[in-house]
C-alpha cells in the first residue's frame, strides 16, 4: 500500500510540471466565482445631473398699441452663440404668449408676425422672466373697384412689391392676394399691382405702410367685362364651339377663347375680334368703354 501511494505521488508531480507557469500562479477567486481576491472593481463614473428649467414668458405688442398682439404670430428660441454660423433653434411655438421652460441662460428670443421679423436677447434668470417684445410693423388691406361699382373679390388678385431704385417691381413680397386679405408689413413704401380676370385690366398704384396703423387701399380698374358671341344676325343665337382671339390694333394677342359665349375683362380700349367656327374666319373691330359690360357680336356672312 505504501508503494502505491509514492507512485501517486509521483504522478502529480508530474502533472503539475507539464503545466504553464500562469496556472500556476492563477489568482484565487471568491467562493462564487466573482472578482478575484484583493482586486477592487472600479466604480462606473458618476452620472452628470440635469439642468433646472425656468419659465420664459413672452409677448409682442405693435409700436403704437400697448395691447398685445393676439394671434399671428411664430416664436423661436435660438442658443446665444457669438462664433460664425447658424444658432440651432432650441423651441418653437405659434401660440400669441408662450411660455417655454429653459435653463437659466442667455438666449435670442425671434418673432414674426406676418413679413415682420424681429429678435431680442434675454437674459433668463433663475427665477424666471417674463418679456415683451415689440413689433415694428403696419398692415395693407386692398380692394378693387370700376367707377363707383365695387368689383367682387373674388375677380381680383394683387400683388406687392418693394421699389429698388428705379424698378417699382424691384422685389416681390407677395402675390396671388385677395381683395380683403389683411397683410402685414414692415413700415416702408409698396408698389401695388391690381389685376382684374385674367386680361389685362391692370391697376398699379404706391402705397405707403405706416407703423402699428392699417393702410386700407382701392385700386380704381378702367375696364369692363364683355361676352363674345358668333352670331348669324344681330341679336340672334351664338354658335357653339367657336373659337375667338382678341387682339390690339397693332395685332398683339390678348385672349383666347373657346365657346358659344365666352366672357373676357378687358382695359378700356381698342381692339380686334377673330372668331373661327367651321373652318371659317370672321372679324369684328370692337371698343370697351369703362364700367360699360356689354355683347361683343360678329356677324357669320361670307365677304
Not at 123 to 137: D, H, K, M, Q, W
Not at 217 to 238: F, Y
Amino acid at each position: 500500500m505504501r508503494r502505491v501511494r509514492r507512485c501517486g505521488e509521483a504522478v502529480l508531480l508530474a502533472l503539475l510540471a507539464g503545466l504553464p507557469a500562469h496556472a500556476q500562479d492563477a489568482p484565487d477567486l471568491g467562493p462564487r466565482g466573482g472578482a478575484p481576491s484583493g482586486i477592487r472593481t472600479p466604480l462606473p463614473p458618476p452620472v452628470p445631473a440635469t439642468p433646472e428649467t425656468v419659465p420664459l414668458t413672452l409677448g409682442a405688442v405693435l409700436t403704437s398699441e400697448a395691447k398685445p398682439i393676439r394671434g399671428g404670430l411664430t416664436w423661436r428660441i435660438y442658443e446665444d452663440r457669438t462664433e460664425a454660423g447658424r444658432p440651432a433653434i432650441l423651441a418653437r411655438s405659434d401660440e400669441a404668449q408662450p411660455t417655454f421652460r429653459l435653463p437659466p441662460g442667455t438666449y435670442l428670443a425671434n418673432v414674426t408676425y406676418g413679413f415682420v421679423s424681429t429678435s431680442k436677447r434675454v437674459a433668463l434668470a433663475p427665477a424666471g422672466l417674463s418679456e415683451r417684445i415689440t413689433v415694428n410693423a403696419g398692415a395693407l388691406r386692398l380692394a378693387g373697384a370700376v367707377g363707383d361699382a365695387r368689383i367682387p373679390g373674388n375677380q381680383l388678385a394683387f400683388a406687392v412689391f418693394v421699389p429698388i431704385g428705379n424698378n417699382p417691381e424691384g422685389r416681390l413680397v407677395r402675390d396671388g392676394l385677395r381683395a380683403g386679405d389683411l397683410v402685414r408689413l414692415p413700415e416702408g413704401t409698396y408698389h401695388v399691382v391690381s389685376t382684374w380676370g385674367d386680361s389685362n385690366a391692370i391697376q398699379r398704384a404706391d402705397l405707403k405702410v405706416e407703423n402699428g396703423r392699417i393702410t386700407d387701399a382701392t385700386l380704381n380698374h378702367r375696364a369692363a367685362t364683355v361676352t363674345l358671341k358668333l352670331v348669324a344676325a344681330p341679336g340672334t343665337e351664338a354658335f357653339a364651339g367657336t373659337s375667338f382671339t382678341v387682339l390690339t390694333p397693332g395685332g398683339d394677342t390678348i385672349r383666347e377663347a373657346i365657346g358659344a359665349f365666352p366672357q373676357v375683362t378687358l382695359a378700356e380700349g381698342e381692339y380686334q375680334l377673330i372668331a373661327r367656327h367651321d373652318g371659317k374666319v370672321y372679324t369684328q373691330d370692337f371698343k370697351v368703354e369703362s364700367g360699360l359690360d356689354r355683347d361683343i357680336e360678329a356677324i357669320a356672312k361670307d365677304p
